[in-house]
Nanobody
Framework: VQLVESGGGLVQAGGSLRLSCVAS????????LGWFRQAPGKEREFVAH???????YYTDSVKGRFTISRDNAKNTVYLQMNSLKPEDTAVYYC???????????????WGQGTQVTVSS
């Protein structure tokens, strides 16, 4: 499976961006899909995931601002990011795993990342 992210860019604080991640190679409907991010000088951190039944989970710092969704027909997972803050600046990666535990620990597949920069 190849994952390709898009939608990153430069936005002012308070603005919004929508990230997309398209999978190719095989259907991803049975996978748990997620987003991670890595800020400069920091370790990669979990942001959100969505399982095959569309149950979602978010890290505390993005709850109420970010929304993860999926479209299995398009083999795509999205991350709608609202009320962006400078501390959201990072490279955002999508990932896929056979379960939430696999996704959170050792994702099976990773995308190449897309840069999100939030200016103050």
């Amino acid at each position: 499976v190849q994952l390709v992210e898009s939608g990153g860019g430069l936005v002012q604080a308070g603005g919004s961006l929508r990230l997309s991640c398209v999978a190719s190679g095989r259907p991803i409907s049975s996978y748990t899909l997620g987003w991670f991010r890595q800020a400069p000088g920091k370790e990669r951190e979990f942001v959100a995931h969505i399982n095959w039944g569309s149950s979602t989970y978010y890290t505390d710092s993005v709850k109420g601002r970010f929304t993860i969704s999926r479209d299995n027909a398009k083999n795509t997972v999205y991350l709608q990011m609202n009320s962006l803050k400078p501390e959201d600046t990072a490279v955002y990666y999508c990932a896929a795993g056979t379960s939430a535990i696999v996704l959170r620990t050792t994702p099976t597949y990773w995308g190449q990342g897309t840069q999100v920069t939030v200016s103050s």
